[in-house]
């Protein structure tokens, strides 16, 4: 299995910084991390992305975010992190941290995606 442990969410004010850790750690050898991102959910809404860090260096970012968040990534740690700057109420969310990992098996190359357990993000006067 991977595990991801995210920190730094947290209260902040409009106009903010926050800065959002994910670590992954794997229980079985054979797997491999690949593309790590970021995703949030409000209550009543769906799940959207926030920003992806591909295994061979490509970012994403969400339209409402690409000016003002920063995914890096830390491949010797297997970490990945989310600066977010200027923060405004609307990005008050959970934020949960997904990895892509890889499994290589006597079948071939499993595919398995992985969720941290979200780390709450409020920004508010």
């Known amino acids: 299995q991977v595990h991801l442990v995210e920190s730094g969410g947290g209260l902040v004010q409009p106009g903010g910084s926050l800065r959002l850790s994910c670590a992954a750690s794997r229980s079985e050898s054979g797997f491999s991390i690949n593309d790590m991102g970021w995703y949030r959910q409000a209550p009543g809404k769906q799940r959207e992305l926030v920003a992806t860090f591909t295994s061979d260096g490509n970012t994403n970012y969400s339209d409402d975010v690409k000016s003002r968040f920063t995914i890096s990534r830390d491949n010797a740690k297997n970490t990945v992190y989310l600066q977010m700057n200027n923060l405004k109420p609307e990005d008050t969310a959970v934020y949960y941290c997904?990895?892509?990992?890889?499994?290589?098996?006597?079948?071939?190359?499993?595919?398995?995606?992985?969720w941290g357990q979200g780390t709450q993000v409020t920004v508010s006067s």
């Open positions: 997904h990895a892509d990992a890889k499994l290589a098996t006597l079948r071939g190359i499993m595919t398995r995606d992985y």
